[in-house]
């Protein structure tokens, strides 16, 4: 089944919905992934970086991101040093992901579908918002749902004439870094991708979860044993067709 046009397009909002958005990070009940010494110096990096900009050099960075934005997707500064503004966020899954009724395309129940990969959304957010809560934000808005711990999101930037992806920490915030890389997106664009099979906390999924897991790579299985079978076939009777043109055996 194929998603809808709203997906590629959509806009949502962390600010349009509850506040628990804010808080999320601390509530939710999945374990924590162990970080890394690389990641978890890149959040030490930002957090530094964030504690040391004064309200000043926020305004201007604010000021300068607003000059060189050729939309209108603007930033706001409020008095407390708190800015918000718009991250476009593309999606690059390769597995299905699980639908909630009453979701896009008057979807009943829960049914799986394939997202077309390179589907932007644009998510507006504050400068308080996590990886984490963006993810789940993205997730709550197409009512996937698949546990959000199954997802990560990248940012994806180009230094030299080369691209590079690096995944982001949970606790990092979007849209400073958008804020200090500016507007472009060839300096910096985030992408939301699934986990890899080694990070995956699966403890932190139900039974009914891990089942669905079990029938998806049942049917990639079955799929690549078709391919490699038809493949092999043919090469098969191209070998006989071959020796019988040579007057051989077969």
Known sequence: MSWTSTMSSGYSSLEEDSEEYFFTARTSLFKKPSLKPTKLKDVEKEKELRT???YEAIRQKV???NTESRDHFKMTLNTNGMYTGFIKVQLDLRRPITVKGGGAGGVKGQEAFYLPRG???TLHISSTNTVRQVIEALLRKFTVADNPAKFALF???SREDQVYTCKLSEEEHPLFLRLVAGPSTDALSFVLKEQQTGEVLWDAFSIPELQNFLR???KE???QICSIT???NAYREKLEEAMRATGGPG
């Open 52 to 54: 040391h900009l004064t």
């Open 63 to 65: 000021e300068q991101y």
């Open 119 to 121: 589907s932007i959304n």
């Open 155 to 157: 940012k994806r930037f």
């Open 216 to 218: 998806i790579l049942d």
């Open 221 to 223: 299985e079955q799929d």
């Open 230 to 232: 038809k493949r092999y």
